[in-house]
Antibody
Framework: QVQVVESGGGVVQPGGSLRLSCAAS????????MHWVRQAPGKGLEWLAV????????IYADSVKGRFTVSRDNSRNTVSLQMNSLRAEDTAVYYC???????????????WGQGTLVTVSS | EIVMTQSPATLSVSPGERATLSCRAS??????LAWYQQKPGQAPRLLIY???TRATGIPARFSGSGSGTDFTLTIRSLQSEDFAVYYC??????????FGPGTKVDIK
């Protein structure tokens, strides 16, 4: 069965950095784009970034462009999100999600991890 | 940027009744609309995509309809496990794309 498991969350000071990881299994990883989506406490969902199936294409939301970097390692079935220059408003649960469509990116998220909490606070 | 709105913000429904949730886009998104369900403390779950296609394993009591700017998620005969927050999301001409603010379905 498809599994997506995030890790790496924690408490970080404003201006600091954190790297989130996502381990995937149960599907042919290098066939699918992978996304990061976050949810601030008590708030809605915000898409952050996508990396294409082969890692050649990366797209970011304006809110994180230039601060966050998404990458993937298809040999290890993992996706990462490097977060720099963190702000209080980046406090959220961060989800890794699999794209529905094989090959091309559909931006439909058919499997999600359980999320990892990032708290930006001094 | 296309803005998504959902109504009502909260919908109180008795078990066994029908729930009708609305989602509106500020401009046409064609049929590029998905619905997700989120229960407290859990990740969202994909219910519907392409306006009306049920995702794998989603019961037939969930159905989606609409096109352009107005969309509806209908839950026929609500079960106890259906009380949750429901989000719509467009994926037309992205980025950017956005989720709606959500509709909470609670027990009447």
């Amino acid at each position: 069965q498809v599994q997506v498991v995030e890790s790496g969350g924690g408490v970080v000071q404003p201006g600091g950095s954190l790297r989130l990881s996502c381990a995937a299994s149960g599907f042919i990883f290098n066939n699918y784009g992978m996304h990061w989506v976050r949810q601030a406490p008590g708030k809605g969902l915000e898409w952050l970034a996508v990396v294409s199936y082969d890692g050649s294409n990366k797209i970011y939301a304006d809110s994180v462009k230039g601060r966050f970097t998404v990458s993937r390692d298809n040999s290890r079935n993992t996706v990462s999100l490097q977060m720099n220059s963190l702000r209080a408003e980046d406090t959220a649960v961060y989800y890794c999600a699999k794209d529905l469509r094989k090959g091309d990116t559909s931006v439909i998220f058919d499997y999600w991890g359980q999320g990892t909490l990032v708290t930006v606070s001094s | 940027e296309i803005v998504m709105t959902q109504s009502p913000a909260t919908l109180s429904v008795s078990p066994g009744e029908r729930a009708t949730l609305s989602c509106r886009a500020s401009q046409s998104v064609g049929s590029n609309l998905a619905w997700y369900q989120q229960k407290p403390g859990q990740a969202p779950r994909l219910l519907i995509y392409n306006t009306s296609t049920r995702a794998t394993g989603i019961p037939a009591r969930f159905s989606g309809s609409g096109s352009g700017t107005d969309f509806t998620l209908t839950i026929r005969s609500l079960q106890s496990e259906d009380f949750a927050v429901y989000y719509c999301q467009h994926y037309n001409n992205w980025p950017p794309f956005t989720f709606g603010p959500g509709t909470k379905v609670d027990i009447k």
